[in-house]
Nanobody
Framework: QVQLVESGGGWVQPGGSLRLSCTAS????????MGWSRQAPGKEREFVAS????????YYADSVKGRFTISRDNAQNTVYLQMNSLRPEDTGVYSC????????????WGQGTQVTVSS
């Protein structure tokens, strides 16, 4: 059973930074691609970043490109999301996901961590 536990959320002023962490268990982490999504109140989930198992290939949504950086530590079974130059529209619940490498779908999600950007 895949378990994903996020941490690092909180409140930050516009322009500030946060670093989210997600620790995985029940998955062969070093051969699993990982991703981050967010969901704001009343809006659909937005997939914001992903990273291949090797760490060599990343994807970013246009809304976060140049401000967010995804990385991973396979020895610690942990994926990170460094978020800089945060904006109020970045507010939401951020969840990490593990990709099923047979179906290539992100099917396992954590419970999420709240990020609030406001002055």
């Amino acid at each position: 059973q895949v378990q994903l536990v996020e941490s690092g959320g909180g409140w930050v002023q516009p322009g500030g930074s946060l670093r989210l962490s997600c620790t995985a268990s029940g998955v062969k982490f070093d051969t699993t691609s990982m991703g981050w999504s967010r969901q704001a109140p009343g809006k659909e989930r937005e997939f914001v970043a992903s990273i291949r198992w090797s760490g060599g290939q990343t994807y970013y949504a246009d809304s976060v490109k140049g401000r967010f950086t995804i990385s991973r530590d396979n020895a610690q079974n942990t994926v990170y999301l460094q978020m800089n130059s945060l904006r109020p529209e970045d507010t939401g619940v951020y969840s990490c996901a593990a990709r099923n490498e047979a179906t290539l779908q992100y099917a396992d999600w954590g419970q999420g961590t709240q990020v609030t950007v406001s002055s």
